[in-house]
C-alpha cells in the first residue's frame, strides 16, 4: 500500500500540471534547506539522489512514446548510479569521466522532460510558467555540480573562504555559488581561478541573463494572455 501510495506521487509530478508546482517546492526545499543544512551527511545525501532518480524514472514513464523508448532513456540515470558508485571504489581517469559526463546527461534529462511537460499542447498556465522556473533551478543545481567536479579534478582551480559552521559542505558552498552566478549576484567568497572555470562561470551568468527574459518572460506573457482570453469570452 505505501509503495502504490509513493507511485502515484511520483506519477502526479509527472502526469498533472500541477504536478510542477509540486516539482518546484521539493527543489526548493531541497536546494535552500536540506542541502545547506545537511549536505555533510553522506547517507542522507545518498537518499536524496535516489528520491530524485525515482522522479526521474517516472517522468521517463509517464512522457515516453513507447516502452523502447522509456527503456532507452532509463539507461542514463542506471549509468549514472552504476558509475557513482564505481567511483567509491575506482578513481581511474575513465571512471571519473563516466560518472561527471552521465551526472550532466541524467540533468540534462530532467530539463528536457520538464520542457516538454512545459510545451505539451494546450494553453499556457502558471502551472506552466511554475515549470519553466523549475528548469532554472535544475540549471543551478547542474552547474553547481559542474563546479564541485572542476574543484576537486582541477587544483586551484577555485579560490574559496569557507564558513566555519559544521553544516557546511563543499557541495552547498557550490550550489551556493551556482544561484549567485546564474543571477548574476557574485559576492565575491568563491573565485574562479582556472581558464575553464571562468568559461563556465561565464556560460552560467549568460544563461541567467538570457533565460528568464525569453523563455520565462514569454511564457508568462502568454499566460497572461489566455487568462484575458478566457476572462472576455463570456462577455461576447
Same mark, same amino acid.
Given at each position: 500500500?505505501?509503495?502504490?501510495?509513493?507511485? /502515484?506521487?511520483?506519477?502526479?509530478?509527472?502526469?498533472?500540471?500541477?504536478?510542477?508546482?509540486?516539482?518546484?517546492?521539493?527543489?526548493?526545499?531541497?536546494?535552500?534547506?536540506?542541502?545547506?543544512?545537511?549536505?555533510?551527511? *553522506? *547517507?542522507?545525501?545518498?537518499?536524496?539522489?535516489?528520491?530524485?532518480?525515482?522522479?526521474?524514472?517516472?517522468?521517463?514513464?509517464?512522457?515516453?512514446? *513507447?516502452? +523502447?523508448?522509456?527503456?532507452?532513456? *532509463?539507461?542514463?540515470?542506471?549509468?549514472?548510479?552504476?558509475?557513482?558508485?564505481?567511483?567509491?571504489?575506482?578513481?581511474?581517469?575513465?571512471?571519473?569521466?563516466?560518472?561527471?559526463?552521465?551526472?550532466?546527461?541524467?540533468?540534462?534529462?530532467?530539463?528536457?522532460?520538464?520542457?516538454?511537460?512545459?510545451?505539451?499542447?494546450?494553453?499556457?498556465?502558471?502551472? /506552466?510558467?511554475?515549470?519553466?522556473?523549475?528548469?532554472?533551478?535544475?540549471?543551478?543545481?547542474?552547474?553547481?555540480?559542474?563546479?564541485?567536479?572542476?574543484?576537486?579534478?582541477?587544483?586551484?582551480?577555485?579560490?574559496?573562504?569557507?564558513?566555519?559552521?559544521?553544516?557546511?559542505?563543499?557541495?552547498?558552498?557550490?550550489?551556493?555559488?551556482?544561484?549567485?552566478?546564474?543571477t548574476t549576484t557574485g559576492f565575491g567568497e568563491i573565485v574562479p581561478l582556472h581558464p575553464f572555470a571562468r568559461a563556465m562561470v561565464q556560460v552560467?551568468?549568460?544563461?541567467?541573463?538570457?533565460?528568464?527574459?525569453?523563455?520565462?518572460? /514569454?511564457?508568462?506573457?502568454?499566460?497572461?494572455?489566455? +487568462?484575458?482570453?478566457?476572462?472576455?469570452?463570456?462577455?461576447?
Open positions: 500500500m505505501m509503495k502504490h501510495k509513493q507511485y /502515484r506521487f511520483l506519477n502526479h509530478l509527472w502526469d498533472k500540471e500541477s504536478g510542477l508546482s509540486g516539482m518546484f517546492i521539493l527543489l526548493f526545499i531541497m536546494h535552500f534547506v536540506l542541502i545547506p543544512l545537511f549536505s555533510s551527511y *553522506s *547517507s542522507f545525501m545518498v537518499v536524496l539522489n535516489i528520491f530524485w532518480m525515482l522522479v526521474l524514472v517516472a517522468g521517463i514513464i509517464s512522457l515516453a512514446k *513507447s516502452r +523502447k523508448q522509456a527503456f532507452l532513456y *532509463s539507461i542514463v540515470p542506471f549509468l549514472f548510479v552504476l558509475f557513482g558508485w564505481i567511483t567509491v571504489f575506482e578513481h581511474t581517469p575513465f571512471v571519473l569521466f563516466a560518472d561527471i559526463f552521465f551526472t550532466i546527461a541524467t540533468f540534462l534529462l530532467l530539463i528536457v522532460l520538464v520542457l516538454i511537460k512545459v510545451f505539451e499542447p494546450g494553453p499556457i498556465t502558471e502551472y /506552466r510558467v511554475i515549470g519553466s522556473i523549475v528548469v532554472y533551478l535544475i540549471l543551478a543545481n547542474l552547474w553547481g555540480v559542474i563546479y564541485l567536479y572542476i574543484y576537486e579534478h582541477i587544483p586551484g582551480s577555485f579560490s574559496l573562504t569557507l564558513p566555519p559552521f559544521e553544516s557546511n559542505s563543499i557541495q552547498a558552498n557550490f550550489l551556493y555559488f551556482s544561484y549567485i552566478t546564474i552560467e551568468a549568460l544563461i541567467g541573463v538570457l533565460y528568464p527574459v525569453i523563455l520565462i518572460g /514569454r511564457l508568462v506573457s502568454d499566460a497572461n494572455e489566455n +487568462k484575458a482570453k478566457s476572462k472576455s469570452k463570456p462577455n461576447q
